[in-house]
């Protein structure tokens, strides 16, 4: 069979990966293009386009770049067209994928829908446009099925969440060994710097994150570089003595941390499994924020206390992430009686996701699917 997946940004390029690796095991003739990263290369897809070129965040931002846009969503039609496939596949980035969907459908071509677009969160009026584009939804988070079926009478496959695959298949790192290879102090703790991978997100939350830096000596603070941006980007950041920088290790500085600064978005999730006590952080475009304050009406913006339906990780949104909030709040996770009602919170978290083989469950229905209609 021939797949065509489309994935915008790094969190879609990994678990991307992890489906085409399950396609191939099911489908031993399948023959993948797609959009997305180094990792979907590397398990065997033919990459059209790096999500390099499709990373733009917020509203002002996107209009900033609308030419370009239109001409990726031309391009990937025509790609569509030319590589004629069994099945498109979307993979979250809602906005662009969305779009290539309805065009898609009316062009006869069978799609599916892994990890679902955040409907729930904001915009829940496009649940028409899914309806009437995709075939098949697989969804990753424990309350979408019930969203979508009953709230919207429209059937889904709850799959359970891919990161489960991806942290159960990772290698165990030894903090000795890996402290040593990147030169990190051996006897402080670690606390992880997750800023994002775009550069407009990451300029705004890496100055905050370090304001704080300063009066944490006794720990060291690891930026977890993101694949998309270099180390001439990061340098600027890199003046204090207590701030290192780690490229394409996220999930082993995950490992070893002791607590975390995570921007809002799946790594909060990602931190939430590796159990690392965090502070959610969020700052975004005056204008982009005043926009998506309208529009988004949940209680929580970080995926493990929406899933907990509860605040189990503070999190500090736009005028309240300041240095000294980001002080208080990380000074309570270093205390124990905290760190330990967090850790609970992960345990029933971990649990409430429904197990791991998201990527094989999605994989084995979506080739059984084609199969039964050949």
């Known amino acids: 069979m021939k797949y065509y997946i489309i994935a915008g940004e790094a969190s879609g390029d990994l678990h991307g990966s992890n489906l085409i690796k399950a396609l191939k095991n099911v489908d031993i003739h399948a023959n993948i293009r797609c959009w997305g990263g180094d990792l979907m290369h590397a398990a065997g897809g033919t990459l059209a386009k790096h999500y390099k070129e499709l990373a733009f965040m917020g509203f002002l931002e996107v209009l900033t770049n609308i030419n370009k846009i239109f001409k990726n969503i031309a391009f990937c039609k025509e790609d569509i067209q030319q590589f004629q496939p069994d099945m498109v596949i979307f993979i979250d ?11 898609a459908k009316g062009e006869k071509f069978k799609t599916s829908y892994y990890i679902a677009p955040q409907i729930w ?5 496009r649940i028409e446009k899914i309806k009437s584009t995709i075939d098949h939804l697989y969804v990753t988070l424990p309350f979408e099925k019930e969203f979508y079926e009953k709230k919207h009478n429209f059937k889904v496959n709850f799959v359970g969440h891919p990161l489960l695959d991806a942290i159960e298949n990772i290698p165990k790192v030894d903090a000795v060994s890996f402290r040593q290879e990147h030169q990190l102090d051996p006897n402080k703790p670690i606390i992880a710097l997750l800023p994002g991978s775009r550069k407009q ?15 944490f000596s006794e720990y ?20 204090k003595s207590n701030i290192n920088l780690i490229f394409n290790n996220t999930y082993s500085i995950l490992q070893i941390a002791h607590a975390a600064l995570v921007t809002s978005g799946t790594a909060t999730l990602e931190t939430a499994l590796f159990k690392v006590p965090q502070v959610v952080c969020y700052r975004g475009n005056w204008l982009s924020y005043q926009i998506a304050k309208r529009i988004i009406t949940l209680k929580y ?7 907990m339906d509860k605040e189990v990780v503070k999190e500090l949104i736009q005028d309240d992430l300041t240095t000294n909030n980001l002080k208080t709040e990380l000074n309570k996770l270093l205390d124990s009686e905290k760190r330990k009602i967090i850790l609970e919170n992960y345990d029933i978290l971990a649990q409430n996701l429904g ?14 699917t084609l199969k039964s209609q050949k």
């Open 301 to 307: 913006i970080s995926l493990v206390n929406l899933i």
């Open 220 to 239: 060291q603070f690891v930026i977890a570089g993101a694949p998309s941006l270099d180390q001439e980007f990061y340098s600027p950041f890199l003046k």
């Open 121 to 125: 969160a904001s915009r829940e009026g």
């Open 355 to 368: 197990g791991a083989g998201a990527s094989k469950k999605t994989a084995q229905a979506i080739y059984e």
């Open 201 to 215: 997100e990451v300029s705004k939350m890496l100055t905050i994150m370090l304001s704080a830096a300063k009066d």
């Open 93 to 103: 980035y809602s906005g662009f994928n969305l779009r290539i969907a309805k065009w």
